[in-house]
């Protein structure tokens, strides 16, 4: 049921990086108590080879993670979860020179009724 999107601009994670960083917010995640079986947890990290950040010059990143769960989760613990992820990335990701990162994190519930899921 859970999903976690996480978009970011190039120069952020190397390869290597990401199996890893993946592995840290699922555990965390995990952790919080508001999963109730892990293995229906799916993760995933995008890299996004072209982005803009604003309309001046600059070197400017960002990082983008969406968590979709389904309806049941108080407003506070939606905000745990939040800061969970945030935690993991502001400790993951790099710091280019130079380079300005804004970090966003969202919790989205999903609608269960349209929502449709099955093990093949």
């Known amino acids: 049921m859970p999903h976690l999107i996480v978009e970011f601009s190039a120069g952020l994670f190397s ?51 969406q968590l979709r769960i389904l309806p049941g989760r108080t407003p506070a613990m939606r905000a745990e979860l939040s800061q969970r992820i945030a935690e993991v990335i502001r400790a993951r990701c790099a710091r280019p ?13 999903m609608e269960r009724e349209s929502y449709a899921k099955e093990v093949l």
């Open 15 to 65: 390869p290597e990086s990401q199996e890893e960083t993946l592995f840290e917010l699922n555990t965390a995640l995990v952790g919080s108590g508001a999963i109730q079986k892990e293995s229906d947890l799916r993760s995933r990290m995008i890299r996004l080879d072209v982005t803009r950040v604003g309309t001046e010059a600059g070197l400017r990143g960002f990082i983008y993670a």
């Open 97 to 109: 020179a130079g380079m300005a990162v804004q970090l966003s994190v969202e919790v989205v519930e």
